[in-house]
């Protein structure tokens, strides 16, 4: 398996554009996990999907962020409009649902807003 | 609401020591917990997972522990070598599934 993959690597984008992530989860995992890290607030949840339904997105920072599961293969991370503040390395994630497994995160999108 | 906590926030030590690497948590109803390593400018790698029914997990020069009545865990690295500098990191999921992380360990591991 060639583990959860997130595009694009690297966004630039000027402020007030819209920005799409995509992540595509390991086959077979049911639980997807959007999180964000920052020098100053470390690691946070955005939004929880499980079997590719939205359980928790408390930690969605407010509306112009927004995220979908429309099939188990793939999830999008969209900020619309963007803002400086939303600068930082977005991780996608994925596990099955129990005990015994672990969560395999992707690479990170690395967005910078100017 | 679940709380982790990691010390020290950041370590630097000659090559070939052992050291200890600690965690704690908040609540202690949890089912497992898993560590982390995240090189700069890198994605996150999963060390090792440890269920809430073990006591420790060994992989290679790392061994990890847990105790779920006191609320840590602790990640031993035997030997260190430079390329064991990283960013490691602690995780515990809640009841709905959620990843809950510490604030990392920064280990530096001069030649």
């Known amino acids: 398996d060639a583990g959860v993959i997130q595009s694009p690597r690297h966004e630039v984008t000027e402020m007030g554009q819209e920005v799409t992530l995509r992540c595509k989860p390991i086959?077979?995992?049911?639980?997807l996990f959007w999180y964000r890290q920052t020098m100053m607030r470390g690691l946070e949840l955005l939004i929880y999907?499980?079997?590719?339904?939205?359980?928790?997105d408390s930690g969605m920072p407010e509306d112009r962020f927004s995220a979908k599961m429309p099939n188990a293969s793939f999830s999008t991370l969209k900020i619309q409009p963007s803002e400086p503040r939303d600068s930082a390395v977005y991780f996608c994630?994925?596990?099955?649902?129990?005990?015994?497994?672990?969560?395999?995160f992707g690479s990170g999108t690395r967005l910078t807003v100017v | 609401k679940q709380e982790v906590t990691q010390i020290p926030a950041a370590l630097s030590v000659p090559e070939g020591e052992n050291l200890v690497l600690n965690c704690s948590f908040t609540?202690?109803?949890?089912?497992?917990l898993q560590w982390f390593r995240q090189d700069p400018g890198k994605g996150l790698t999963s060390l090792l997972l440890i269920q809430s029914s073990q006591r420790e997990q060994t992989s290679g020069r790392l061994n990890a522990s847990l105790d779920k009545s006191s609320g840590r865990s602790t990640l031993y690295i035997a030997a260190s070598q430079p390329g064991d500098s990283a960013t490691y990191l602690c995780?515990?999921?809640?009841?709905?599934?959620?990843?809950?992380f510490g604030g990392g360990t920064r280990l530096m591991v001069k030649p």
């Open positions: 995780a515990v999921p809640n009841a709905g599934n959620m990843l809950t």
């Open positions: 999907f499980n079997n590719n339904v939205p359980i928790d």
């Open positions: 086959s077979g995992h049911n639980s």
């Open positions: 609540d202690s109803a949890i089912y497992n």
């Open positions: 994630a994925s596990s099955w649902t129990g005990s015994d497994y672990g969560y395999t």
